[in-house]
């Protein structure tokens, strides 16, 4: 992984998942460090994405590294016109890891074939965002202590949301079933029922929460946007479909856990927050020792 | 009328490449891709000839050329069944069919307009994904694009 830059989850293989997962854990138990002093990364977001560059930043800092960037394109040369290229052939002078958000997709690829140094891809567009997927990971494996034999439920917008895909080409590795929760105008994309048949592996589709959820070790949420639908009417009659509250979760494993990307809108209803399966706080969190992971192994100090 | 009459009719050549079996309406984007309007040689073109398997067809000989199989593949996705002869004191001595390419750069469009080749200048670079169907995943931002929504970029 050393100098190797992250803009898919394929670039990394389960060896490098594992790894990224044990990183996280010693970052978890020593989050606070000197091991990237001296060290500068660029943090250029070409789109605002709060969350994100924030638990960036945070690992960063927590490690003695400095940072410099931007936090979208208005207050960058880009308003000036100026290439991708060329943004990112200036800014590798002056950095050792670029991470990198941006609106446009494959031009995370593309800035790692310019770029003399690393970059880590902080989301490109609808396209691919790995370091959410390895939080994802961590967070499942920390929470159910493995990450191999899951019963892993997704729900919500499956045919566009990246990180649902993602995720399920990263956990297709540890032999899990899924259970598919979507409007049918969301279903996930048959590519990836394809992939998943080729694979051997079990999956169920579903249009509403039903009672198998009582078998689920992970349910991850995602919005259901209102832009998605062509037919508002459409929304209107799903959008309360896929709500999680507090009572359905009566009955379901001890150890089911829910995960969310965030930001959350209405889907899972407030009061989940205090239940014990709520886990996307935590889940954020894990975020920071996550990318304090990959941060140093790319820069070859773990 | 025969095949090989028809070659004839569009006059022998003594050496160099005929590539048959091209489908007309294809013609103009064979020549884009392989630069003949770059080529000195002597170069002559039939177009809506009849055939059987393509409705109708073009031929064109280009005389003292030969071109490498990396650039000949090339035309494989515009032109699927040509067939190539390579002509040398007016014999055939090798006869090949085009065969798409593992990887294709340039030529083709990605079909996904927010992708960084429609939006900086980036040349485009894709897997064929499937060579039956020509399908082809982009580098950049791994979308797929079919054969159906093929534009050409020359």
Redesign the interface.
């Known amino acids: 992984m050393k100098n190797k830059s992250l803009v898919?989850i394929d670039d990394y293989s389960k060896e490098d998942y594992l790894k990224i997962i044990d990183l996280a854990e010693e970052f978890e138990k020593n989050p606070v460090s000197d091991i990237l002093k001296g060290k500068v990364i660029s943090t250029l977001f070409f789109e605002p994405s709060t969350r994100t560059r924030l638990s960036f930043e945070s690992a960063v800092n927590k490690l003695g590294g400095r940072i410099i960037g931007f936090t979208d394109a208005a207050s960058s040369s880009v308003k000036k016109g100026e290439?991708?290229?060329d943004t990112i052939l200036t800014v590798a002078n002056y950095s050792d890891l670029i991470v990198m958000r941006h609106?446009?997709?494959?031009?995370a690829?593309?800035a790692s074939e310019v770029s003399g140094v690393p970059v880590v891809n902080a989301g490109?567009?609808?396209?691919?965002h790995p370091t959410q997927t390895l939080l994802d990971l961590y967070s499942i494996k920390k929470t159910q202590g493995t990450l191999e034999n899951l019963n892993i439920f997704l729900v919500g917008d499956l045919k566009y949301g990246r990180t649902v895909h993602s995720l399920l080409m990263a956990m297709s590795m540890f032999n899990p079933t899924f259970n598919f929760i979507s409007p049918k105008t969301l279903r996930i994309p048959d590519?990836y029922k394809i992939y998943l048949d080729s694979k051997g592996i079990k999956y169920y589709e579903h249009d509403d929460f039903t009672d198998y959820i009582s078998e689920g070790d992970i349910m991850y949420m995602t919005r259901v946007q209102r832009e998605r639908f062509a037919d508002p009417i459409e929304y209107e009659k799903v959008k309360n479909s896929y709500i999680l509250k507090n009572h359905m979760l009566e009955g379901t494993k001890d150890n089911l856990r829910i995960l969310h990307p965030l930001p959350r809108v209405n889907e899972i209803d407030d009061e989940v927050d205090d239940n014990e399966k709520a886990y996307y706080f935590t889940q954020a969190l894990n975020g920071v020792f996550t990318r304090q992971a990959i941060i140093t192994s790319i820069l070859g100090l773990k | 009328m025969s095949t090989e009459n028809q070659v004839k009719k569009v006059s022998a050549l003594r050496n160099g490449t005929v590539i048959d079996h091209i489908s007309a309406k294809d013609l103009f984007n064979v020549i884009s891709i392989l630069k003949l309007d770059k080529i000195e040689t002597q170069i002559t073109f039939g177009t809506n000839l009849g055939s059987n398997k393509l409705g109708k067809k073009a031929i064109i000989k280009i005389s003292e050329v030969f071109f490498k199989d990396e650039d000949i593949n090339k035309i494989a996705l515009v032109s699927p069944h040509a067939k190539l002869n390579r002509i040398k004191d007016f014999k055939v001595v090798e006869k090949r069919e085009v065969e798409v390419p593992d990887t294709i750069t340039g030529i083709v469009k990605c079909v996904n307009p927010k992708c960084i080749t429609n939006n900086e200048k980036v040349r485009t670079k894709f897997t064929v994904i499937d060579k039956d169907n020509v399908s082809l995943k982009c580098h950049y931002c791994e979308k797929n694009t079919n054969h159906e929504d093929l534009i050409y970029n020359l």
Do not use: F
Not at chain 1, 103 to 107: A, D, L, Q, R
């Open positions: 898919s290439s991708l290229k609106p446009i997709e494959g031009s690829r593309y490109d567009g609808a396209n691919q590519e």
